[in-house]
């Protein structure tokens, strides 16, 4: 265990987002503005994705040819791998778009520097709903169970959201710094059931903790 298996370089700047794709790939997203596609076992770059104007702060896969990127420059774009081209573009927000989600219904969300969510039908490229409520810079978005979103900002505090309302359920606060992470917890201990365990996740902040967060 360690041990450093590959060492891959070819962005022109720092590389701020990494999501696996499956099939041997992985993508990686650059204050380049550019995306790239990497082979694991060849160790290569097999695609470069251009097309945003600022930084790619998030790339998510929505299935094994389509990916979504979201930008400094507000948008999300949509991008068929098997061709290389830009196939949808959403103009969604008029600052950065930090973190992408998706969600039931062909609907994605997004969390942005303007203190806000979205959420989005991905065929019609609609606005849906506009979720307020975070004071600060909103860092990262998940979706837990396709039930709720769960928000992390610089505000310190993280929101749950419930999706079909598009209403924030609860805050919860303990962090003393910008909650920078979230993740979805698959196991942990002492959780009184499975349907509990889906709604158990981990957040991390500038303050230096972790904190792991479950039903009441």
């Known amino acids: ?7 891959m370089t070819g962005h022109r700047s720092a590389v701020v987002t990494l999501s696996s794709l499956g099939m041997g790939r992985v993508a990686t997203g650059s204050a380049d503005k550019t995306i790239k ?5 060849s160790h290569k770059c097999l695609q470069t994705l251009e097309g945003h104007k600022e930084v790619v702060w998030n790339v998510t896969s929505l299935d094994a040819s389509t990916l979504a990127s979201s930008s400094n420059d507000g948008t999300v774009k949509f991008w068929d791998l098997r061709s290389r081209n ?3 573009e959403i103009d969604a927000h008029e600052e950065a778009v930090k973190c992408l989600a998706f969600a039931p219904g062909h609907c994605l969300a997004t969390a942005s520097v303007d203190n806000t969510l979205k959420l989005f039908d991905m065929r019609r490229k609609d606005c849906l709903a506009t979720l307020k409520g975070h004071a600060g810079d909103v860092l990262q978005v998940i979706n837990l169970k396709d039930k709720f979103l769960v928000s992390s900002s610089a505000d310190q505090t993280i929101k749950v959201w419930e999706i079909a309302g598009c209403r924030c359920r609860v805050t919860l606060r303990g962090h003393t710094g910008p909650v920078l ?10 959780l009184r059931s499975s349907r509990d365990e889906d709604l158990c996740f981990a957040s991390c902040s500038e303050d230096r903790a972790i904190k792991f967060w479950g039903p009441e």
């Open 1 to 7: 265990a360690g041990e450093q298996l590959a060492h």
């Open 37 to 41: 596609i990497w082979g694991i076992t």
């Open 86 to 88: 830009v196939v949808g």
């Open 181 to 190: 992470g979230i993740a979805k917890i698959e196991e942990l201990e002492g």
